[in-house]
């Protein structure tokens, strides 16, 4: 059965502590807090079983005008699971496709432009997470 996950990323100028937001660094070197609802325990991740079927998280930036979605880069899906399509006519919602055929761990970033910041960028990274499926039963021949 395949797993279909929304997921809502905001985004704000300045760290903040805790409570689910992450502290990061703009392209502008100045401070920015992100923090991803919806999805895998729900910080923007997806897990979900090998062989379930392809797997897709409905993303978007909860935005004021502010941030816009520039879009979604694969870290360590070095088998080539995961794609990113945005959606058209948007600049804030796209979907992520998980082909889930083969396991592997990776993070999907996301790249958002801040135009009141001459388009500075911010990364924001959650995790991606294909488990194999449980023990297989054996045949061995002898």
């Known amino acids: 059965m395949s797993k279909n996950e929304t997921v809502t990323l905001k985004v704000k100028p300045g760290n903040s502590n805790g409570n689910g937001w992450t502290n990061t660094t703009g392209s502008n070197g100045q401070p920015y807090s992100f923090k991803y609802s919806g999805g895998q325990n729900d910080n923007g991740g997806l897990k979900t079983k090998v062989g379930d079927g392809q797997a897709t998280i409905a993303l978007s930036v909860d935005t004021d ?39 592997e761990n990776c993070d999907y970033v996301t790249v958002v432009v801040d135009g009141q910041a001459n388009g500075a960028t911010i990364y924001c990274d959650p995790m991606i997470q294909n488990e194999p499926r449980g023990p297989m039963p054996r045949i061995v021949h002898q």
């Open 65 to 103: 005008n502010r941030y816009s979605l520039f879009g979604v880069n694969f870290v360590n899906d070095t088998q080539h699971q995961l794609s990113w399509s945005p959606t058209s006519g948007s600049q804030s919602a796209g979907t992520i496709t998980d082909a889930n055929s083969v396991a």
